[in-house]
């Protein structure tokens, strides 16, 4: 699976952003997809997740009630809306598909990984 990452950018504190990840290769729809965001001299860390059928998701509690993931299967698209932007949020934004039965926070279980969008919320 090759993903793309894409839909970054600037924007000011309380602004909303969506994020979309183009997958090609393997069956897009037998994964899960994660975001995951990597903020400077900070580790890489979880933000959100959802099979393949939509019937999961599951968020960072930094996150929760702001952000939204979602896909479209048909178009082998992962999303991640962002709202009610802060500072904080600010990071590097990595999308990655795992080959597993169950939700994971964990980077260790995410097989696939896209080269990441820079976003920026100004205060």
């Known amino acids: 699976v090759q993903l793309q990452a894409s839909g970054g950018g600037l924007v000011q504190a309380g602004g909303s952003l969506r994020l979309s990840c183009a997958a090609s290769?393997?069956?897009?729809?037998?994964?899960?997809m994660g975001w995951f965001r990597q903020a400077p001299g900070k580790e890489r860390e979880f933000v959100a997740t959802?099979?393949?059928?939509?019937?999961?998701?599951y968020y960072a509690d930094s996150v929760k009630g702001r952000f939204t993931i979602s896909r479209d299967n048909a178009k082998n698209t992962a999303y991640l809306r962002m709202n009610a932007l802060k500072p904080e949020d600010t990071a590097v934004y990595y999308c990655?598909?795992?080959?597993?039965?169950?939700?994971?926070?964990?980077?260790?279980?995410?097989?696939?990984w896209g080269r990441g969008t820079q976003v920026t919320v100004s205060s």
């Open positions: 990655a598909a795992a080959r597993a039965v169950a939700a994971s926070v964990s980077r260790g279980e995410y097989d696939y």
């Open positions: 290769g393997r069956t897009f729809n037998r994964y899960f």
């Open positions: 959802i099979n393949w059928s939509r019937s999961v998701t």
